[in-house]
């Protein structure tokens, strides 16, 4: 495929990651947490507190300025942004400008999180103008992300056939993966039967086709990918990158065409690629895909909209082990929000890191060259191994 123009198409690296441990901490902050994986990207990276001249930082976590205070560091870029999944990608493309352009030598991104430490997800999403997380009018206080995913889920089943069982795959085979992930919260096998036996929470949504809700803290070390090929483990770069697509016609936790309010229903089909005209590759280049699975029926969305399968056809390309560690695409190879834990989704990140690095033992994608993190917004990054 001919390349985009593209200059800063491998010009950036994360250089270093950390995460810890994920469970319950009823005895630490989100601070606490996110100070421990800042040292522990530094350990990664061989780089010392004085290398980070930036910080980037979501809310409802640390905050900047404390986090700051509490490591004695002062740095010349600082960003705060916003607590969701669909601002991961573009945190890390605005980190990658910044360090691009300039602004900044080395920027870490940080987060801390407890899980229970501001109630429930639905008080944050009040804060926000309409009330709902999920990108339709919300009608009689049904404002919480899985009643937005069950809408676009039953939109997608009513137009293409299938419901609850054609989940069920997704959830066993991310399981499989975590399976193979020493620091996964859920590591037991589970089968399509225990997926259908697992409770509703909400029409077409079983209990396991929802993610946790655990503590823990994520760190990525972002600089420019000449410095980082000094660094302990040499970074990993990005190669090409595209924003959120946004506006009545999309919905929040699906691709356009599958609301039931303001927008058309209408089939969808790939458009507006540039990540990959951008990274120089195709998606059968694409070694693995990474997808923000707070739900499971996020992952057809993104398998659709990035062209892997045609409109209606991910249900069927996920079964027969197809997306578990050793199938044909393997997607979210440490289990995911589903089964490894909830970072906010910055684990994802550092699971795409340690893959190109070759650290993944039992769950390592053979010669992994490019992964893919793809969401069913349109945003996305293609991360390439450091030649």
């Known amino acids: 495929m001919a390349a985009d123009a593209n200059p800063m198409r491998g010009q950036v ?23 421990e994986a800042f040292k522990l990207a530094l350990d990664d990276a061989g780089l010392a507190k004085t290398d980070v001249d930036g910080l980037m930082c979501l809310a409802y976590g640390t905050d900047y300025d404390r986090f700051l205070e509490a490591v004695g560091l ?6 705060q942004g916003w607590s969701h999944g669909r601002f991961l990608a573009p945190m ?17 991104i940080v987060h801390g999180r407890r899980g229970r430490a501001f109630g429930q997800p639905v008080d944050i999403e009040m804060w926000r103008q309409g009330l709902g997380p999920h990108g339709e009018s919300p009608a009689y206080g049904a404002v919480a992300p899985a009643y937005g995913v069950a809408i676009s889920a039953r939109r997608y089943f009513e137009l293409y056939g299938g419901g609850s069982e054609d989940l069920a795959e997704i959830a066993v085979s991310l399981r499989h993966n975590a399976s193979l992930n020493p620091n996964a919260l859920r590591r037991d096998p589970i089968t399509v039967a225990d997926h259908q036996a697992s409770p509703w929470i909400i029409d077409p949504l079983r209990r396991l086709d929802c993610c946790q809700n655990n503590d823990g803290g994520a760190c990525l070390l972002i600089m420019s990918a000449d410095r980082a090929r000094d660094t ?7 190669l090409g990158m595209q924003g959120v697509h946004a506006g009545p016609e999309y919905h929040n936790f699906a691709h356009v065409g599958l609301g039931v309010a303001q927008q058309s229903v209408f089939t969808y089909h790939p458009d507006n690629l540039r990540v990959y005209q951008q990274a120089g590759i195709d998606q059968s280049d694409v070694d693995s895909v990474t997808v923000y699975d707070a739900f499971s029926p ?18 069927d390309f996920v079964k027969k082990g197809r997306i578990a560690v050793g199938g044909e695409l393997p997607v979210n190879t440490s289990g995911g929000l589903l089964s490894e834990g909830h970072v906010v989704g910055w684990n994802l990140f550092v699971e795409i890191v340690r893959q190109l690095r070759g650290e993944c033992g039992a769950r390592q994608v ?18 390439g191994r450091q030649p």
């Not at 901490?25 to 989100?30: E, L, N, V």
């Open 13 to 35: 690296a994360i250089a270093g990651v950390g995460l810890t441990e994920l469970k319950s901490f009823p005895d630490r902050t989100s601070l606490s947490l996110a100070v």
């Open 74 to 79: 002062n740095v010349r870029y600082a960003y």
């Open 232 to 238: 302990l483990k040499g970074g990993v770069q990005l």
């Open 366 to 383: 053979p010669d992994a060259r490019f992964i893919q993190f793809a969401s069913f917004l349109g945003d996305s990054i293609v991360f």
């Open 92 to 108: 890390i493309q605005h980190a990658a400008m910044a360090v691009y352009h300039g602004l900044a030598d080395c920027i870490a």
């Open 298 to 315: 996020v992952i057809l969305y993104a398998l659709e909209r990035f062209g892997f399968c045609g409109p209606g056809e991910a249900r």
